[in-house]
T-cell receptor
């Protein structure tokens, strides 16, 4: 069964970069790597996705290992509003399975 | 655009009652999804739909039913509510390619 592993929690100081890791132990060759986040009392929010190459958008960067068995979500300058649970769900785009994610705390 | 809207925001049901959770999207997305999120846990997929008239089971479909008669609407039906269905329910939609899912604000359901 495909599985992703993330640390339960991480801390960062405000305005510093944050690197959130995810291990994809059995990702299939055609599955994209997705990242979502969930702010307190809100629905999840799409952050970024990629297949093999590193990706950038206005919210974050995604670094994908060459063997695709791990990825890192990079927030270049964390703000207090980035405090959330970050998920790297496994599976195909139509059937994503979300684990417990990483609770990111941003310290002022 | 309102995006994905869900009603109601909160609901308390007694054991054995039934209800329908409403979900509507105005982005003309083909794909729609229902998830549940138990306290402190991640989301679990209940049902999904790839277009009007087509639905499929997700990871935890037991106790739920769905229909998709239009592109916009994807209601989730709970029959014979049980305490184990106490959860927050999220509806989501995505466009062609299904790469980015847009989530609604959720419905908090308590069954007592």
């Amino acid at each position: 069964d495909a599985k992703t592993t993330q640390p339960n929690s991480m801390e960062s100081n405000e305005e510093e970069p944050v690197h959130l890791p995810c291990n994809h132990s059995t990702i299939s060759g055609t599955d994209y790597i997705h990242w979502y986040r969930q702010l307190p009392s809100q629905g999840p929010e799409y952050v970024i996705h990629g297949l093999t190459s590193n990706v950038n958008n206005r919210m974050a960067s995604l670094a994908i290992a060459e063997d695709r068995k791990s990825s890192t979500l990079i927030l270049h300058r964390a703000t207090l509003r980035d405090a959330a649970v970050y998920y790297c769900p496994r599976g195909s785009a139509r059937q994503l399975t979300f684990g417990s994610g990483t609770q990111l705390t941003v310290l002022p | 655009n309102a995006g994905v809207t869900q009603t109601p925001k909160f609901r308390i049901l007694k054991i054995g009652q039934s209800m329908t959770l409403q979900c509507t999207q105005d982005m003309n997305h083909n794909y729609m999804y229902w998830y549940r999120q138990d306290p402190g846990m991640g989301l679990k997929l209940i049902y999904y739909s790839v277009g009007a008239g087509i639905t499929d089971k997700g990871e935890v479909p037991n106790g739920y039913n769905v229909s998709r008669s239009t592109t916009e609407d994807f209601p989730l039906r709970l029959e014979l509510a049980a305490p184990s269905q106490t959860s927050v329910y999220f509806c989501a939609s995505s466009g062609q390619g299904a790469r980015e899912q847009y989530f609604g604000p959720g419905t908090r359901l308590t069954v007592t």
